[in-house]
């Protein structure tokens, strides 16, 4: 029988064939916006399929047509992406704000409500709540330590429960690294069901990537990823992703053609080449994670700190969610400061080796302050319930010695 070999083995070659690129043994860039037909009939074959109109046939192979429909750098790294959460589907797009954008319009239309879970990246809190009421969409949220019972009970006093559509959740969340259970908001999207009308549960999976959690397989429908931060790993690409089952990414590639948000050539090649390396690179920050963490445990100028690795008392809802769901404790590090935003932003800029910048899960450590930055368009009162203070601080790990990142936190908070 033939060896099922792991994603990061086939991350070099899969769906790839060098004979059709001069032997090339890497991906070329496919550079071009249109593609020839061989005949009048194969055109029509394409577009028959590509516009929906009917199901390509068993053994029918398709063709390319334009670049806003697909590409072979986009084609391939799609296939390579499904790999690691074992989709049957993949859309890549420009930005992950673009792939949770498509599937939010996707999926919602005016009036239906949207259940969320709470605390979300800042952009996508801001889309939900300033951009898709402009649609008449409604939004309610939850927030950890609800049961499924009083979930149910807070859709329920809406007074619009039946007109519940989208179940979207973010775990681990940014910046608190708070645990949602995805299979019981798969439960609570299927109470509310219909043989009529399917509910379906998004995950945004960005926190963890694709290696240290797999949303698919705890009941999610969809996962979705800002392929900018683990994914692309290098601070020099935008994209996201969208991964699924065929009959639901045909639907979000299907808006995505007419939005024209899909990626470019040059994106979907740049995502390859860091697609070889990503578990080499994510297993080093999850280890320096780690230890960087200990530090920050143990030192007396630090109130707080958010990981995963704390969430250590057997038997309670965060414990047993993360023994289910995370694989590792992953890679972002949020902590609290004795004081305030002087003493947060006195570390932020004594900081040297560490980048004093947004975006996360990059070859290089970086350090932001989520209240002032990228939440700070969230809610006042919801940033203090949620614990973003101006004392939070939010760390990506990256893949530096653990010794010089601990050293360079060690010098900046001694700082103060």
């Known amino acids: 029988m033939e060896r099922k070999m792991k994603p990061e083995s086939l991350m070099m070659s899969y769906g790839y064939k060098p004979e059709l690129s001069e032997g090339a043994i890497k991906c070329p860039i496919f550079q071009t916006s249109t593609f020839v037909f061989k005949s009048a009939e194969e055109g029509k074959a394409f577009f028959e399929v590509a516009y929906g109109l009917r199901q390509k046939k068993e053994g029918e192979e398709l063709g390319l047509i334009y670049s806003r429909i ?63 009421p402009k649609f008449n969409i409604n939004v309610v949220e939850f927030y950890v330590g609800q049961s499924k019972e009083e979930i ?181 590090i949020s902590f609290d400061v004795k004081g305030g935003e002087n003493e947060a932003f006195k570390f932020l800029n004594s900081l040297k080796l560490i980048k004093l910048a947004v975006s996360l899960g990059s070859t290089e450590s970086l350090a932001e302050h989520p209240a002032t930055m990228t939440h700070v368009d969230v809610d006042v009162k919801l940033k203090q319930k949620l614990h973003i203070t101006s004392k939070m601080i939010r760390l990506s790990i990256g893949v530096e010695h653990y010794e010089d990142i601990i050293y360079d936190i060690k010098q900046a908070i001694e700082k103060n």
């Not at 993949?90 to 259940?115: H, Q, R, W």
Request: hydrophobic share 40%; aromatic share 8%; with cysteine.
């Open 70 to 132: 697909n590409n072979p750098d986009l084609e391939i790294l799609e296939n390579r992406l499904t790999l690691w959460d074992e989709a049957e589907e993949c859309a890549v797009f420009e930005s992950g704000m673009s792939a949770i954008s498509t599937v939010l319009l996707e999926f919602l239309k005016p009036g239906d409500l949207l259940l969320i879970s709470s605390p979300l990246y800042g952009g996508s809190d801001h889309f939900i709540k300033k951009i898709l």
């Open 152 to 332: 149910i009970d807070l859709i329920n006093k809406t007074g619009i429960a039946d007109k519940l559509s989208l179940v979207y959740i973010e775990t681990p969340a940014n910046p608190t690294n708070d645990l949602i259970d995805i299979n019981c908001c798969k439960e609570i999207a299927k109470h509310f069901s219909s043989p009529e009308k399917e509910i379906y549960l998004a995950v945004d999976n960005t926190y963890m990537g694709p290696l240290w959690q797999h949303p698919l397989m705890h009941g999610a429908d969809l996962v979705l990823y800002s392929a900018t931060k683990y994914i692309g790993g290098h601070s020099d690409v935008i994209a996201g992703a969208c991964l699924g089952s065929k009959e639901l990414i045909s639907r979000v590639k299907g808006l995505r053609t007419f939005l024209g948000n899909m990626a470019s050539p040059n994106t979907g090649w740049l995502l390859l080449r860091s697609l070889e390396t990503l578990k080499a690179r994510m297993d080093i920050q999850a280890f320096n994670a780690n230890k960087v963490a200990d530090f920050l445990n143990n030192h007396a100028s630090v109130e707080k700190v958010y990981f995963l690795g704390n969430i250590t008392e057997k038997d309670t809802e965060q414990f047993n969610i993360k023994k289910r769901q995370c694989l590792t404790n992953g890679g972002m």
